[in-house]
């Protein structure tokens, strides 16, 4: 039995009674025994469907709307919204006494009043400002880490690295964080993760597999213990753009950003942040074969000239070969002739071997 359908049962009874404590206040004419059971029997049946119909709408959404409110807010503005309601609660508290004493009906009403502004105005503050006091509760520390030198002090983050959307949705991360070759902790700014999430949740198909796919890496990503990774609720609530957000974390936790993006690559560097791209890692550890070599390769298509083969290697290496359109399907061995490093990547120009 579901919670839903409990929470239903117990409406409708509690429903169910509240009917039959309404129905005197609905009877015309009190001396009448007969009316009254049929009022009430009415009243009962009535507000015990009503109980049934609405149970849900004023216990269960309401419960599940803030569980998803608290569940998305940042653990740093959660932590700074009871802070306040505490603080404003303990301010509410010094003025109950003294307004107590007030004659009635304000000695009952303005303590609850006061109570209530206090507490909303001390969540308001610590909320809109939290970053701000984060801020000066750090500082005596980062000035105590300077004392002995007029070095900066090291970030605790300083051995992280931050992923962006465009690698979480990559996914050849995963793959890498395998090799053992990072190190360190994959840091994920939950502006990020809402990032992903709202492609998951994208109307398009090719984005939403994307998303989705996304998602599923940062889950490979949780169970791979020998690369931790951790979120972050660290945000810039004034910046809009994710990038120029990603890109002001990693200036202020001094820690690189990991990226497959091509545009993010450029601004980060121009503002003096540290880049690793997996596609310059990708053509780094890519084959070098120099001219002269001989290698096997299967040839798929027509290149763009008459007479043109081409292959691929298996890390994606293009492969032009002269004379290799009469030997598509068929593996030949070649002799590269050329080698071109472009912006797309590294083509190979070669020709049968004699």
């Excluded at 509690?14 to 009877?27: D, E, K, M, N, S």
């Excluded at 303990?90 to 209530?116: G, Q």
């Excluded at 810039?236 to 497959?260: G, N, S, W, Y």
Aim: hydrophobic share 45%; net charge positive; charged share 20%.
């Amino acid at each position: 039995m579901s919670i839903e359908l409990i929470l239903r049962l117990v409406g409708m009874v509690v429903f169910a009674v509240i009917g039959v404590q309404l129905a005197p206040l609905l009877q015309i004419s009190p001396g009448d025994s007969d009316t009254s059971l049929r009022l009430s029997i009415a009243m009962s049946l009535s507000f015990a469907a009503l109980g049934l119909l609405i149970t849900p709408w004023i216990t269960l959404k309401p419960f599940n709307w803030v569980r998803y409110q608290i569940r998305r807010l940042p653990a740093s503005r959660l932590i700074a919204a009871i802070f306040g309601l505490a603080i404003g609660l303990a301010i509410a508290a010094l003025l109950t006494a003294p307004l107590s004493t007030l004659p009635p009906p304000f000695n009952k009403i303005l303590p609850i009043s006061i109570s209530l502004i206090f507490g909303y105005i001390g969540i308001a503050i610590m909320v809109m400002r939290h970053q701000d006091i984060t801020a000066l509760l750090n500082a005596p520390l980062l000035v105590a880490g300077n004392r002995g030198g007029n070095k900066a002090a090291p970030s605790p983050f300083s051995d992280a690295l931050l992923l962006d959307s465009s690698v979480i949705i990559d996914g050849r991360i995963a793959d890498i964080s395998q090799t053992g070759f990072l190190r360190g902790t994959l840091l994920v700014p939950r502006f990020v993760l809402n990032e992903v999430q709202h492609v998951s949740d994208s109307s398009d198909a090719l984005r939403r597999s994307r998303g989705r796919r996304g998602l599923e890496i940062l889950s490979q990503l949780q169970e791979n213990a020998a690369v931790p990774l951790r979120i972050t609720d660290r945000d810039f609530e004034h910046i809009k753009e994710v990038d120029d957000k990603l890109v002001m974390l990693a200036k202020q936790l001094r820690c690189p950003i990991l990226t497959t993006d091509y545009g993010l690559n450029r601004v980060a560097k121009l503002q003096g942040v540290t880049v690793l791209n997996i596609n310059e890692l990708t053509n780094a550890v890519k084959n070098i074969y120099l001219p002269g070599e001989t290698l096997a390769l299967k040839i798929i298509q027509e290149g763009k000239e008459y007479g043109q083969g081409v292959g691929y290697l298996d890390d994606g290496t293009m492969v032009v070969v002269q004379g290799g359109s009469r030997h598509i399907d068929r593996i030949l061995e070649i002799t590269v002739t050329k080698v071109l490093q472009t912006a797309a990547g590294r083509m190979i120009f070669a020709q049968p071997e004699k």
